[in-house]
T-cell receptor
């Protein structure tokens, strides 16, 4: 079945630095979604990408969907302590109703 | 709007006991799903429903049953709890399988 993998699993970032987390699917996706989960909380939707090569920005967050629609990335600039949490990507295959989540990237910020 | 609600928030069971985790949404969403979250494993889909009366299996359905008699409710039943089912369970709903998923606050289940 479909597999979605995220790297790295953990990311320790110095406050003010940039970092990127990557998401790779074993199959071509119709769309990909990104969620953020704060410690002790539930996943909260961030963004959805649908088009090949699509790039979307939310303040300091930049999301990209690969040309082949099999991978995606999240880049955060000037990391802040409010960025702490686990970031999940979730991909949906072209033919299907299931959303498959990656294992997440847990982000820890050093002040 | 209450959004997605889940009860209970915490539950401790003994091996072999059965119970139902409740999930309700007031957004008139057709699509609802159950996930379990284990440390380092992300979110794994247990069962999902595309509308009242329609359910299907996800990635890890064994040991769980669901039903969808109304649009609002999507309960998850553990038939005979096992320690391997110790996890945090999240219910989610959305307009469709392709749209934003709204998650409930979760149920933390421990099976002894």
């Amino acid at each position: 079945g479909q597999q979605v993998m995220q790297i790295p699993q953990y990311q320790h970032v110095q406050e003010g630095e940039d970092f990127t987390t990557y998401c790779n699917s074993s199959t071509t996706l119709s769309n990909i979604q990104w969620y953020k989960q704060r410690p002790g909380g539930h996943p909260v939707f961030l963004i959805q990408l649908v088009k090949s090569g699509e790039v979307k920005k939310q303040k300091r967050l930049t999301f990209q969907f690969g040309e082949a629609k099999k991978n995606s990335s999240l880049h955060i600039t000037a990391t802040q302590t409010t960025d702490v949490g686990t970031y999940f990507c979730a991909g949906q295959e072209a033919a299907g109703n299931k959303l498959t989540f990656g294992g997440g990237t847990r982000v820890l910020v050093k002040p | 709007n209450a959004g997605v609600t889940q009860t209970p928030k915490f539950q401790v069971l003994k091996t072999g006991q059965s119970m139902t985790l409740q999930c309700a949404q007031d957004m008139n969403h057709e699509y609802m799903s159950w996930y379990r979250q284990d440390p380092g494993m992300g979110l794994r889909l247990i069962h999902y429903s595309v509308g009242a009366g329609i359910t299907d299996q996800g990635e890890v359905p064994n040991g769980y049953n669901v039903s969808r008699s109304t649009t609002e409710d999507f309960p998850l039943r553990l038939l005979s709890a096992a320690p391997s089912q110790t996890s945090v369970y999240f219910c989610a709903s959305s307009y469709s399988s392709m749209s934003t998923q709204y998650f409930g606050p979760g149920t933390r289940l421990t099976v002894l």
